[in-house]
């Protein structure tokens, strides 16, 4: 790496650098069943944005768990529709 | 930006540090064998692991992440994997559940279990106290709390993806109506694939929340005559049994890596199956029937979904490299 920023361990072991890429977590949204959320994140501004949704306490794996539906429109995240406790993370890069 | 740190990457400029969002840091690798709390062989096979955190004190859950280990079931198809669940147990502890659909072949040898890297904001990650040198980013907002520290391992990622399951999940045949056995065809199917980079050892963050249930009902029935038969007449008494088989499966949706670890593709996961018998005997004089007594139907345990499905959505599936988890403090 001729440019950059890269950070090391005592031991001299690089752990992180400008070469690297990763996903920032911007917000983390716990939204009940049966509920909707909407938040606006300035810091997604004009950056590429990924949620992902995990069910909380489901029921049974065999059982029907209706997801909420994420929509992600500028700055704003919308969380509506599921009915099991989620957990909505947003990431951006 | 008029104050604070930011840090891009070369890749894309990307962010990669800055004063407001979290990396998300190294909290544990799980400890291995899994509880295993269900398995079954039928339509492919599937077994539901739990997976234990503790010491875990944030009031949201992490991010954990599987491998996949390089298998095949018995007839030389590969294995698929989901995050179905994760509850708090109270005091810092975390369960994790993970499905996987089919058996490997050969078994189930101990490197066979999926291995999960749990990851979460700094403040909940550990650091090694001998690593003195570094860097921390403190939040803009909360000062407190370190949005980036290099002696705690963050994460980094080698791809982002979304995946989405075909909308039929089997093309299932049915079973012996007689008996209710040997169901055909429920085998899980997969969707189309995406190349994904060369990774020392892979691994992926996605969470189930596809889910499908396909049924098929075979019939048959056989007719007795107990007088006697006149040119295909019944003179007498005539008796028709009639059986139905309802066979069905339920299945959540799942990722499977090719063997070459270069292709990720979607792919069901049967996680439940049955199948409801009908029947019915009927006998009659002279073209007069009436039903048995013995006659039954048996439909309790059918799943709600009735050969549809939801959650069909895109998913997204985050992939980064366990390599370093490995040799963490």
New interface residues.
Partial sequence: ?A???A????NGEA??S?????????A?M?VPAFTAESNVYP?IDG??V?????????PL???????H?IVVSGTTVSVSGGNVDA?I?V??? | MTIGFE??????N?????E?????HFIKKLPLPPAVI?YFQENGGCM?YQYFLSGYYAP??P?PFFTMPKTTDDLGNTISYA??????LGFGNWLI?I?RGGIPYGGLPDNMFPEVYVFG?ANYAPA?P??????IVYMASEPSIA?FD??K??????G?H?VTLPAIPSNPIGANPKTCSNATGFEALSGSGTTIPSIAKPMF?Y?S?A?AERRVETNENRSDCNGFDIFGFCVGEAIVEYWKATAWT?Y?GGIAMSLDELTLYPKWIP??YGCQQEYAEESGFFGISWLFGNSHTDLTGL???NNST??L?S??V?IGDAT?YDYAF
């Fill in positions: 790496m440019h950059g920023l950070v090391y361990l005592r752990v992180y400008t070469a690297d890429v990763t996903w920032n977590l911007v983390s716990y810091e950056r590429e990924i949620t992902t949704q995990m069910f909380v306490d489901a794996v065999s059982q029907t768990a209706i997801a539906t957990v993370k990431f951006m890069r | 840090v891009f990457s070369e890749q894309g990307y962010v990669l540090i800055n407001k969002t979290m990396n998300l269900d539901k949201e859950p991010l995050i179905s669940n994760i509850k708090s559940e499905i904001p090694n001998n690593d003195t040198h570094g860097l949005t290099s002696r391992r963050p994460l980094t990622v080698k982002g979304t963050h969470s929340l889910q339920f959540r996680v439940h799943p709600p979904l939801i959650n959505s998913t997204s985050i370093p």
